[in-house]
């Protein structure tokens, strides 16, 4: 049985030097941003699996784009919440060095939405102190793009454009409303600005079935930590199962924080129910 217990908590944060936070979907509930692929993940008659996969950008370029170009609007007009804040100060080692003596803390999210990234650059701001910590995004940045070259084109960079492009200008409105009808044509979506290489951009999002970025060093960040924060993910799925199962298989501590209990939350050393924005500050005290 998990233990709900807080100042049990602190004391195993308080002797942990390797920490890993593992959030997901639901830290970002909060802010009203929608589940990529759990319940709601439904877009007219397609679902988040029949638009982020590479097949369906091979099959229909527009309708891949007209996808991500509703998400990158959707998430222009949203804001971190407190969940996101308390995150960002314990990225600041005058703050987690406090709770947790001489730690480092890696946070990984599973969220492509940007907001555990410009939560931590606020508070740096605010606070005038900068973090010492990582944000590993590793399935991708919403308003990062990619060539879709294969040969020598490494074009990459974010891209905070709203439109990206004229050709996309408006068709978010009719995705949201389920109208996928709008074709907007291959040379109207965006290309490649390197000179010569007039290749299709695509979002750096990692898509169904492709490997979630830097993947390697994520596992040996899990087979080395102490304890790991589960945020807001269903530890059901791949990689939090897993990462949480390394961390478990060397001894380390795993904690769930969540809306509502999964399955493997009865793995967990620590279950937290509620949502996170404040649930996180209560147990942590940040
Ligand atoms: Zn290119």
Known sequence: MPSADITEFRRVLASSKKILV???AGL????????FRGEGGQW??????DLAHRSAFEE???RVWKFFHYWRELIRGKHPNEAHYVLARLAIPGIRHAIAPDSKLTHITQNIDMLCTRALTETESALMQLSDSEII???????????TSNHDCDYHATNVDSPICPGLAGTETKVAA????????????PMCPRLGC???LRPDVVWFGERPKRIEEILELASEADLCLVVGTSAIVQPASRIG??????????????????NHAEEADFLFLGPCETKLKEVLGV
Not at 178 to 189: E, F, H, S
């Open 28 to 35: 970002s509930a909060a802010s009203g941003i929608p589940t």
């Open 178 to 189: 389920g109208d996928w009808t709008a074709v907007v044509k291959r040379k109207d979506l």
């Open 137 to 147: 995004e590793m399935h991708g940045r919403i308003l990062d793009v990619i060539c």
């Open 60 to 62: 229909d370029q527009s």
């Open 198 to 200: 007039g290749q299709m």
């Open 44 to 49: 007219g008659k397609y679902n988040a699996s």
């Open 245 to 262: 199962g390394m961390v478990k298989e060397h001894g380390g501590k795993v904690a769930v924080f969540d809306i509502e209990k999964s």
């Open 22 to 24: 593992l959030s997901g």
